[in-house]
């Protein structure tokens, strides 16, 4: 157990629907991450957030965003759901100065 | 921009033998971190070993072992002694290591699935 938990685990939806997708860290990290894993892209950064602020972006689609609340957990919004936005959506967080990411288990999402 | 590749999409080993999963990278940095995480079928990432680029001696964990060339970048994983519950996919990642606060994400190669035969 990495003491990173996401939830759902799984979610169904349609296209043009909105989700959020919730992270909570590990106790005491401060950096929450969220990457996006499909068969064609693989796993790729979406966006940092560090103690409630957002420090890094990837490739972050415009339809998506996120924040972090001062209990440090996190939130990825999905909105305007496309059939290509099916993926597992993973969670990590880091405590600074380790170097290490601890991915949580994950959320597939399917956009049928 | 860093670039991290694996040029083997798949590998295979007999249980008990010994594999090499390749990995190398582009950066312009000095710092930074490398990794491999194994992803099995439950599709968890899961840290399999960490090297920190300032450090000559390459990293080991029980049956896991690199290889790290810092002026080739390349950073190779081998696994001694395989067992069943080593087949999985294996990413190589690459992280800067930044002292203004909060560090760097990861950026990950494509990824090797590893097959063990018993």
């Known amino acids: 157990d990495s003491g990173v938990t996401q939830t759902p685990k799984h979610l169904i939806t349609a296209t043009g629907q909105r989700v959020t997708l919730r992270c909570s860290p590990r106790s005491g990290d401060l950096s929450v991450y969220w990457y996006q894993q499909s068969l064609d892209q693989g796993l790729q950064f979406l966006i940092q957030y560090y103690n409630g602020e957002e420090r890094a972006k990837g490739n972050i689609l415009e339809r998506f965003s996120a924040q972090q609340f001062p209990d440090l957990h996190s939130e990825l919004n999905l909105s305007s759901l496309e059939l290509g936005d099916s993926a597992l959506y993973f969670c990590a967080s880091s405590a600074q100065g380790f170097g290490k990411l601890f991915f949580g288990s994950g959320t597939q999402l399917s956009v049928l | ?118």
Not at chain 2, 48 to 77: C, D, G, P
Not at chain 2, 80 to 94: I, T
Not at chain 2, 97 to 104: A, I, K, L, T
């Open chain 2, 1 to 118: 921009a860093q670039t991290v590749t694996q040029s083997q999409p798949e590998m295979s080993v007999q249980e008990a033998e010994t594999v090499t999963l390749s990995c190398t990278y582009d950066t312009s940095e000095s710092d930074y971190y490398l990794f491999w995480y194994k992803q099995p079928p439950s599709r968890q990432m899961i840290l399999v070993i960490r090297q920190e680029a300032y450090k000559q001696q390459n990293a080991t964990e029980n049956r896991f072992s690199v290889n790290f060339q810092k002026a080739a970048k390349s950073f190779s994983l081998k696994i001694s002694d395989s067992q069943l519950g080593d087949a999985a996919m294996y990413f190589c990642a690459y992280r800067s290591q930044n002292y203004g606060g909060s560090q760097g994400n990861l950026i990950f190669g494509k990824g090797t699935k590893l097959s063990v035969k018993p």
